[in-house]
């Protein structure tokens, strides 16, 4: 094989190799990036379970309020 064919092989699996890194080095980037979405996805949630638990105590205290109100008020609405 001739050194110029030998030299522009080189050349040739020199960018190829540069290629493959770039792809591995995406693919590391979005895998991150992934992650990081189920990270903010799982703090959402709790999030909303936070909010949800919240007014359920709220409306259960709002019920028992209402009660007591109707109960001291001969069962008659307010």
Do not use: K, P
């Not at 040739?12 to 990081?36: E, G, N, P, T, W």
């Amino acid at each position: 094989m001739a050194d110029d064919i030998r030299r522009e092989l080189d050349t040739i699996l020199d960018r190829h190799d540069d290629a493959f890194r770039a792809f591995r080095q995406a693919s590391d980037a979005f895998d991150a990036a992934v992650a990081a979405l189920r990270d903010t996805l799982n703090a959402i949630q709790a999030a909303n379970h936070a909010q949800g638990n919240a007014i359920d105590a709220l409306r259960a205290a709002n019920q028992a309020a209402l009660r007591l109100l109707r109960d001291t008020n001969g069962g008659n609405r307010v």
